[in-house]
């Protein structure tokens, strides 16, 4: 609860310094402790603090602490139990990020022409069960796995790719793969992405990716695990890459419409 609380009279402190600080006390904390629950700092089922914390920690008054929870009571954010405490009853659930998908296609498009690529294997294989329930695809039935390595134009290697794609008729080569950007050759296939779906994580490098990345082993990496849905909203490829983080940024820019 002292970790807790740290955070959000750190929280109120910024709060006081900005547009929060012409509104009463008790909103500018009701408002703190709304945005801790609602990101979900103070997570689900989560014992708040007591009114006599909140003053001490934000000295304020009893009422000022009171009225502030009595808010996030009326909108049903926290429920007040007689002996128990004030528990939160949002849950909350990370929101994906929405963006123009064309965009972001014809960026990792630029990004393969000012890079070199170094195709390691083409296979076609029978994928790993959670990559099999991506696809959509039967028990033994192969598709083709590509592992690359891509590097910035002075040679320094800087993601490492594994990828699996279903409905490859054509184009699936070493030389075409190191030499035509992917996104031309699974088009050519029929497989023109309407939506992409991110999952970005972090990952340690194993002995292996260690050395394709020149990254010691263990080295935290950037995990991104890309889907793409072909017009039918079938996932037709999913990608995973693995960047060595002090070569490669990971840049988004959002705006308000």
Known sequence: MSELLATLKSEWTLAQSGALSRVPLY???YSV?????????????AQMPTEQQLAATFEV???TAKRAMDELAGEQLIARFRGKGSH??????????????VGMLENLKEMGK????????????VPPEDIRELLGLDDGELVHRVIRVRSNEEGEPYAYYVSHTAGITRGFTKR???STPRLDILRDNGIDPTRVEQVLSAENASIQIAAELNVEPGAALLSIRRQSYSADGKVADVLDGLYAPNRFQYAMVLSLD
């Open 27 to 29: 909103h500018q904390l």
């Open 33 to 45: 402790l709304k945005a801790a629950i609602m990101d979900g700092t103070i997570p689900y089922d």
């Open 61 to 63: 008054s009893r009422i």
């Open 88 to 101: 939160v009853t949002y849950q909350y659930k990370p929101q994906p990020v929405r963006a123009p998908l």
């Open 114 to 125: 000012h890079s070199i690529v170094r195709v390691i294997s083409v296979e076609r294989v």
């Open 176 to 178: 075409k793969l190191e």
